[in-house]
């Protein structure tokens, strides 16, 4: 229930990510709700129990809590770590180059290569079930010795055993789709229905109404995804299995049928999310064609008795795991190309960040991340079935135990993986090393300016500041870190080839050194600590997630990767975390929209929360823009937002934004703070003549002791800002402007 004061003007206060209190929010110890539910709600010092902190004289302050749309329940929060290869994928699309995005080619193969990580994480429940349990355990007794809960499978013949082992794939698929629908619950029914989905063609604008809302589009393409998976394990069980009851021609058949099924999904990825009643139309008969081809491809293989041979993968599976990895590097290609090309064609005066790379580093990303957890899920899976040892072709294991051997695909991953990691580790080193120089002159000039006068009894202070304010640049230098990552993902495709012909590293090393020389051996070493490696950082994020499930603080830290990651639609992977702006946003202009109908509102954002004053405002009526104002502080809009995705946040919608609230503007920052900085730095495109939208605060305020106080004033950095006087006297000055 609202039990608002009867002030009418309002500040209404919207924090950043790590998902804060609303207490800390208002600086005040007793809070009441006023709006909204336990997901995300509106708050306000309990009446009766004092003003908020930082409050200004006749203007009621308002907090909007949203951070447990992200780390609010402990499934959900621990769950999406498993997610984080799908919203990668997702927030690709998001980063691409400012203009036109002729045909829509950058989206067409973001969900073509999203398409890849679905038929991956599909076939890594395959490899763990059908390949390394059913094929390459089973059939020995020294795998199967002591695991009763397996030997009884034994018993089954080979094909109806590869069938019912099918099923694992099925709920793993099933529940991935559940936590994808059931996390999004909490952000259903808050802004305007609209079925007409995103052009993604670089046309959309965060002030199209019904921008936020992805509902139909996701819809459809998590049905695509579900039917890709099962085409996928389709095809994979087919291929495994003997012709059987069927023969030899219906099982070709049943097996063209089932690739032609696969296709079509991947055709309908590359056409436009159709209208709700054409997409029924289409997603009906391919629905049912698609299970009465999954319940022929089960009945074949439980047909197909034969025993297997034991020798190897399960048939056609390292061709399978070698094509989707070569399909990969080949749309990452490219998308590298295509986004290269883009970027050229922009016309602007800011250096983009990434080089205008964003999509293909954060595509290559979710590719690395796929493979990581697919290796990481096949090798734990088969060092507990053969008892700790990693068998490779230069030391097998025992005949009686059996091969145990993963596609040599994800040896090659796993070797890319450790490359990765030593080389990103060796040039972030370089970086930060080549940068310190001329990031502390940046802020010997910025303290100089600032601290003409310092006694040498504050030299110990002033260098504290000065190497604040340098660690404080560290976030522009990474650039070429990121970039540096793509190079290292691309050249791993000279890997595919040998993935195709199923050459491995170490029959690679064995080929050109000698079988069994130490040119070979070296190379299983190094490629086994590839795999320690990418799995220990793996059990690391499950470990994480299982402290999410148990700790309030730890969700706190993971949401604040989600609160960066799911802030866009889904429009690329359906089962990539559900984006919380979908309600954030329509439910602060609906509060906002209220709240004018008595009196001014000051929008007030910090850090991220900048980012949510803004998209809110995009939305707003021109009848509610005229008693709106806005104050961000700690503002990462320009600095961060503009530069990573300048087709929808960038110097244009600044201006705009400016534009649509009458330049009622007012933007804090400091040189200390590592996440803001100034909206509208010296140059083309800021705001009119006369106009200031930044004001940079001096941090720390003083480098002496105050008489009154017995330390110096602290370093405040991002947090807090509330707390100065130029605050107020901001809120101050855009309430009197308001209408």
């Given at each position: 229930m ?35 539910d ?24 308002e ?27 997702n ?25 890849t990580?679905t ?38 013949p ?15 698929l ?27 063609d ?21 049905q ?9 394990l ?24 089932a ?12 056409l ?20 009465v ?6 009945s ?6 034969a ?31 295509v986004?290269?090309v ?44 053969d ?36 080389i ?41 500041v000065?190497?604040t ?7 522009e ?27 491995g ?19 299983a ?33 993971v ?37 004018t ?12 929360g ?13 009848s ?56 509208f730095p010296?140059?083309p495109g ?19 002791i ?28 855009l ?5």
């Amino acid at each position: 229930m609202d039990e608002t004061p009867g002030r009418d003007t309002v500040e209404l206060r919207v924090h950043g990510i790590s998902g804060v209190t609303a207490e800390r929010i208002l600086d005040h110890p007793i809070v009441v709700r006023v709006a909204g539910d336990t997901h995300a709600g509106f708050f306000r010092p309990r009446p009766g129990s004092g003003t908020a902190g930082g409050a200004t004289e006749g203007v009621a302050v308002e907090a909007y809590r949203w951070g447990s749309l992200t780390a609010g329940a402990a499934v959900r929060t621990a769950s999406m770590l498993l997610l984080l290869p799908f919203m990668l994928s997702n927030l690709a699309i998001w980063l691409r180059p400012a203009g036109h995005d002729r045909w829509g080619l950058l989206g067409l193969l973001c969900r073509l290569l999203a398409g890849t990580l679905t038929a991956t994480f599909v076939l890594a429940a395959v490899g763990v079930t059908l390949d390394l349990i059913g094929w390459q355990c089973l059939p020995y007794p020294g795998c199967r010795a002591s695991r009763p809960y397996l030997a009884w499978l034994h018993s089954v013949p080979a094909g109806p055993r590869l069938a019912l082992l099918s099923v694992v794939p099925l709920l793993a698929l099933r529940v991935v789709w559940a936590i994808g629908t059931r996390s999004a619950r909490a952000f259903e029914g808050f802004g305007p229905s609209s079925t007409r989905p995103l052009p993604g063609d670089g046309t959309e604008s965060l002030a199209d109404a019904g921008f936020w809302q992805d509902a139909h589009t996701t819809g459809w393409l998590r049905q695509i995804h579900v039917l890709l998976g099962v085409g996928t394990l389709n095809v994979a069980l087919l291929a495994s299995v003997a012709p059987g009851g069927i023969g030899a021609t219906g099982h070709v058949a049943l097996f063209v049928i089932a690739v032609g099924l696969l296709g079509s999904d991947v055709a309908l990825l590359a056409l436009p999310v159709p209208s709700p009643v054409r997409a029924r139309r289409i997603l009906r008969p391919l629905w049912a064609a698609t299970v009465v081809a999954t319940v022929l491809c089960l009945s074949s293989a439980t047909l197909a008795g034969a025993a297997p041979s034991g020798s190897g993968t399960l048939p056609g599976y390292e061709g399978a795991a070698a094509g989707v990895v070569a399909a990969q590097g080949v749309l990452l290609v490219v998308l590298t190309v295509v986004t290269y090309v883009r970027q050229r064609a922009v016309r602007g005066d800011e250096r983009p960040v990434l080089r205008g790379l964003g999509t293909p580093i954060a595509a290559a990303a979710a590719v690395s991340v796929g493979a990581a957890f697919t290796a990481t899920l096949v090798y734990r899976v088969a060092d507990a079935l053969d008892r700790g040892d990693i068998p490779d072709p230069i030391r097998p294991n025992p005949p009686i135990v059996g091969p145990l051997e993963p596609p040599v695909a994800y040896w090659w991953a796993a070797l890319a993986g450790l490359a990765a990691l030593l080389i990103g580790g060796a040039v972030t080193s370089a970086t930060l090393l080549l940068t310190r120089g001329r990031r502390r002159r940046l802020a010997a000039r910025i303290i100089e300016r600032d601290y003409p006068d310092v006694s040498a009894r504050d030299a110990h202070r002033l260098r504290l500041v000065r190497e604040t304010i340098a660690r404080s640049r560290v976030a522009e230098e990474l650039g070429p870190v990121l970039v540096a990552f793509l190079v290292i993902a691309s050249l791993g495709l000279a890997t595919v080839a040998f993935d195709v012909i199923g050459i491995g590293p170490t029959q690679l090393a064995a080929r050109l050194g000698g079988h069994g020389g130490a040119f070979a051996v070296l190379a299983a070493y190094v490629t086994d600590a590839g795999v320690w490696v990418i799995s220990l950082l793996v059990i690391s994020l499950l470990i994480l997630g299982f402290r999410a499930y148990r700790s309030a603080q730890t969700r706190r830290v993971v949401a604040v990767l989600w609160d960066l990651g799911t802030f866009w639609p889904r429009t690329v992977h359906p089962f990539a975390p559900p984006c919380y702006a979908a309600r954030a946003v329509p439910e602060l202009a609906k509060r906002v929209t209220g709240l004018t109908a008595r009196g001014p509102v000051v929008i007030s954002g910090h850090s991220h929360g900048s980012v949510l004053a803004a998209a809110t405002i995009l939305q707003l009526p021109p009848s509610v823009l005229a008693r709106v104002s806005l104050l961000t502080y700690g503002s990462p809009l320009r600095r961060t937002y503009a530069r990573l995705y300048p087709a929808y946040l960038g110097p244009g919608t600044l201006h705009d934004l400016g534009e649509r609230i009458g330049w009622r503007w007012r933007n804090l920052w400091r040189d200390t703070d590592p996440i803001g900085g100034p909206v509208f730095p010296p140059g083309p495109g800021g705001p009119p003549a006369g106009v200031d939208i930044d004001l940079r605060l001096r941090d720390p305020r003083s480098l002496t002791i105050d008489p009154a106080d017995t330390v110096p004033p602290p370093i405040e950095g991002h947090w807090p800002y509330h707390t100065q006087t130029a605050y107020q006297a901001a809120i101050r000055e855009l309430t009197d402007r308001s209408g």
